[in-house]
């Protein structure tokens, strides 16, 4: 066994089996998140303050920070578009892979490149394979918010629960059609006093606050 590990954790591949390692442990969690009814992508989402498929603000900062400042490269690589604990797994994935196919090539070739020389090589291809993956994942993640209806919009827009059961504690999601026929994925918990809405479970958005809205059991007349 300590033959076959040996070669991941030497100088050459050690810090893209890293990578590999917490890419793996976060999806992991990610997942086992999702069975207790939470998801810890969207607490990520909470707790940096902006709603997963947003990215306006980060798009104005980028504007007024110039071409080649930190806020330019995040909306660059489309965060903000796509939900940061997504952009961080697919960024160590695709890291760990060019780091294993450049030191492979290269061990071919000579011999692998020192660990220093390899990361930044690995990061350089990391970015734009970065770029392309999250642009295609954007298009295929519903925004909460769109051009079309602002937030407040959807207060009194009737909702199916996706992500939950909804209660007074941590927020789950619930899935909204506007007027216009777009489909939000809203972050939702119950209205104080509301009874847990279980998965599946038609709700009335009530209120919003800040990035989480408010629902209650809908009525079977809406």
Known sequence: MSALVAPWVAPALFPFTLAAAVMAGLVVVEALSLLFGQSLSAAVEGALGHEAGGGGDLATAADAGGALSPAALMSWINLGRVPFLILLILALAVFALAGFVLQGLAAALL???????AIL???AATLPALRVSTKAIARLIPRDESYVVTADDLIGATAEVTLGPLDQGLPGQVRAVDRHGNTHF???RAAPGAPAMEVGARVLI?????AVYVAVPATPDL
């Open 111 to 117: 011999a692998p490149l020192p660990a220093p020389a």
């Open 121 to 123: 090589l690995a990061g």
């Open 186 to 188: 809203l972050r939702t």
């Open 206 to 210: 009530v209120d919003r606050a800040d």
